[in-house]
């Protein structure tokens, strides 16, 4: 859809407490992760029964681009947004062992507010060729 690929995949015989890296492959090569990722392999983490559930929160994300003007303070550019919270917790996570990652996240109200999308999606709403 939309030059994306979705799937599911049932997993089973994973031992409680694992942390298996995996790989997305289409027609034999790797599609997932990117080779040029910066981030670190993609994993299944199954729950130890007993141990206590960490739940990360989120809520009124910042689509904008992750780049100045759009993460400065308001008070210095009006198109600033500062940083969305979903991605402060991407980074944090990175340098993070998986073992120390929530167990979920939960992303609860507006996730997409409509009058302040990216440019691109701005464009792709009014129907602009991209480029233009």
């Known amino acids: 859809m939309a030059g994306h690929h979705y799937g599911f995949v049932c997993v089973s015989g994973l031992e409680s407490g694992a942390c298996v890296p995996y790989e997305v492959h289409l027609d034999g090569e790797r599609c997932w992760p990117l080779a040029d990722s910066r981030f670190p392999p993609s994993v299944i983490r199954t729950r130890t029964p007993g141990q206590p559930?960490?739940?990360?929160?989120g809520s009124c994300r910042v689509t904008l681009p992750h780049k100045p003007p759009y993460t400065l303070r308001k008070d210095r550019d009006d198109r600033g947004r500062e940083v969305d919270a979903l991605l402060?917790?991407?980074e944090r996570l990175?340098?993070?062992?998986?073992?120390e990652w929530p167990d979920?996240?939960?992303?609860?109200?507006?996730?997409?507010y409509a009058d302040q999308v990216s440019p691109a999606t701005e464009r792709l709403i009014e129907g602009t060729p991209r480029g233009k």
Request: glycine share 4%.
């Open 53 to 57: 559930v960490r739940l990360a929160f």
């Open 88 to 90: 402060a917790l991407v």
């Open 94 to 99: 990175r340098m993070q062992p998986p073992h």
């Open 104 to 112: 979920a996240l939960l992303l609860l109200g507006d996730q997409i």
